[in-house]
């Protein structure tokens, strides 16, 4: 079966997935907040903190990239919702990685005087496209657009692991590390390649989205061929 497929879960919920996914975003939001006036694509808590840092300061333009961009993520959220409740299909999450994989392509023709507040907040609707469609690492919720959550239960799973002599509770903490690290390395590979490449570090990422969905595809082909044979 293909990397992204395993026995006891979906592909949707593969470690490798997740991982990779996780990467992706924290590479974008780095990408958002170097390039894109400082503003992060995924991250929420952080867009409200510079909201009202620009609000306090009578920065309407900031006011508004943050505030935007709240928005598109929330709106992103809702329609994968709307998305999934119409489209009967298992391959619904393929498309749902379009919209970010498209946007990250284009965003990186746009000049850097075009206004943040029109760039920024299509970028976080696609993340939150993705954030809502793949939420699931081995049957466990986690979150590939920002890493605070996934820190947490890291941490609290490790707690239980060493401290509560839980051992039930060690493959939760290895994975929510993982994913830890890879945003961190996402956001780190970014900053890195901006050095060098700026606005256009972005294509990076539909390289890397792009090798994502066709495996993933391929995972799922398999699973369903997998799934025939054994019916038969």
């Not at 996914?21 to 390039?35: R, W």
């Not at 935007?68 to 998305?83: K, R, S, W, Y």
């Not at 947490?152 to 993982?178: I, L, P, T």
């Amino acid at each position: 079966m293909g990397i992204f497929s395993d026995e006891k879960y979906r592909p949707s919920e593969s470690r490798i997935l997740a991982t990779a996914l996780t990467f992706s975003a924290g590479f974008i939001d780095a990408y958002t907040y170097i390039q894109r006036g400082h503003t992060l694509s995924a991250g929420q808590t952080g867009n409200v903190i510079f909201f009202a840092s620009a609000f306090a300061d009578h920065n309407i333009a900031g006011m508004l990239n943050r505030a935007t961009t709240f928005i598109a993520f929330t709106l992103g959220l809702l329609l994968v919702g709307l998305f999934h409740k119409y489209v009967k299909s298992n391959y619904w999450r393929v498309f749902c990685l379009f919209p970010i994989l498209f946007i990250c392509l284009g965003v990186g023709f746009v000049p850097k005087n075009v206004p943040n507040y029109y760039v920024v907040p299509v970028i976080a609707f696609g993340l939150a496209v993705q954030n809502a469609s793949f939420s699931k690492i081995e049957g466990m919720g986690y979150n590939n657009a920002f890493t605070t959550g996934n820190l947490k239960k890291s941490v609290v799973a490790w707690s239980a692991y060493f401290f509560g002599e839980d051992k039930s509770q060690h493959n939760a903490a290895v994975n929510y590390m993982f994913l830890v690290i890879a945003f961190a390395l996402g956001a780190i590979v970014s900053a890195l390649l901006q050095k060098i490449f700026v606005l256009k570090t972005i294509w990076f990422a539909v390289l890397l989205l792009g090798a994502i969905n066709i495996v993933y595809t391929i995972s799922l082909n398999k699973r369903k061929k997998l799934s025939f044979s054994k019916n038969e």
